[in-house]
């Protein structure tokens, strides 16, 4: 049986960068945010989005995603009612996706709110990453060409790195590229021996 690790972490904190590294080393990965996105351009997603907030966030029947993060991220009910729309159907695609890998011991979802929708409960192991607070501004400000002010207002909706930690198995520092890959190194080597015993 497949088991699944929750792979998640802050806005900036390089959650991406960490996947790419496990997936170098032969685990099937599912970036959900990316497979949002293409999710969010199905016919039925773009209508639910329509009906929910409305005309004003298209462009020549385009959806403008930055209209929608401007609303979502203002306004708490708002990004929940998106979230409603958007995870059940993230949810039933990584199910078929999931199914496709049934050969390996291993793979990872990797999301930015695997805490906030409550998903993590869904997951066999959960790995966080960290990363100091002033260098996750840095690369999201590189990253999205963001504000500081609109960056830490993200943040402020996101779990705390002390709220990440108490429901993590493993936790990845990530200021150092190199540290953190010897960290997955040594997650894998637990993984593998786990694997063995199961």
């Known amino acids: 049986m497949t088991k699944t690790i929750g792979l998640t972490g802050g806005i900036g904190s390089g959650k991406t960068t960490i996947a790419t ?39 020549n029947d385009i959806l ?20 409603a729309i958007i995870h059940p159907a993230v949810k039933a695609h990584f ?22 929708s409550g998903s993590y409960k869904n997951f066999d192991i959960i790995i966080s990453v960290l990363a100091p607070l002033e260098i996750r501004i840095e690369r999201v400000m590189k990253r999205d060409k963001s504000s500081r002010e609109h960056i830490l207002k993200r943040m402020e909706a996101q ?19 190199d540290e953190a890959k010897r960290k997955i190194d040594e997650i894998l080597k637990i993984l593998k021996i786990k694997q063995k015993e199961s």
């Open 21 to 59: 590294y496990f997936q170098s080393k032969g685990l099937p990965i599912y970036i959900a945010d990316d497979e949002a996105r293409k999710i969010m351009q199905s016919e039925a997603v773009i209508q639910a989005i329509k009906n929910t907030f409305g005309q004003t966030i298209f462009e």
């Open 159 to 177: 779990w705390t790195d002390e709220e990440r930690i108490s429901k993590s198995d493993y936790v990845i520092e990530n200021s150092d590229l």
């Open 64 to 83: 403008v995603r930055q209209k929608l993060a401007e609303i979502v991220f203002n306004d708490a009910e708002k990004l929940k009612q998106l979230n």
């Open 95 to 116: 199910k078929e996706w999931l199914a496709e890998k049934k050969d390996f011991p291993y793979v990872i979802y990797e999301a930015a709110i695997l805490f906030e």
